[in-house]
């Protein structure tokens, strides 16, 4: 026969299991394609904006250490960008890296172009995903 103290002990076990599950069932479960697709949306709405520090921070690791946030920010653009689209997310086999399909427009020196397809490389770097950017080098 149990002691009442094993009786409150189970309890309290129950009752702290119960409430640990309706937490976890309370949280929102996201898909990778879905974590992505928020992290490209984002990059791209900074981009419209033409708010290039916060586009700066969605770039990989990689490309922030051989590119400074300074020299990055003093790039001349003449581009504009709008109404973009994520037309595909096609994460690889080992779920680290990624290639996006984005279609949007663009106005160049004063050209408009509708329906411009870019395709992005993502890469994950711990838990966040980053657009790849690659540095060309004099060597290449």
Request: charged content about 20%; aromatic content about 10%; glycine content about 4%.
């Amino acid at each position: 026969m149990k002691s009442n103290r094993q009786k409150i002990n189970l309890l309290i076990l129950l009752i702290m299991a119960m409430f640990l599950i309706s937490a976890c069932q309370s949280l929102p479960f996201q898909s990778p394609d879905q974590v992505l697709k928020a992290r490209v949306t984002l990059m791209m709405a900074a981009r419209c904006d033409q708010d290039w520090a916060e586009v700066y921070e969605y770039l990989a690791p990689e490309y922030k250490s051989k590119v400074s946030k300074a020299n990055f920010l003093g790039v001349k653009r003449d581009v504009l960008y709008g109404n973009p689209t994520i037309e595909s997310i096609k994460i690889g086999p080992s779920g680290n890296e990624a290639v996006v399909t984005v279609k949007y427009d663009m106005t160049v020196m004063s050209f408009d172009v509708a329906g411009h397809r870019e395709i992005q490389e993502w890469v994950k770097t711990g838990s966040e995903w980053y657009y790849q950017i690659k540095v060309a080098s004099i060597m290449d």
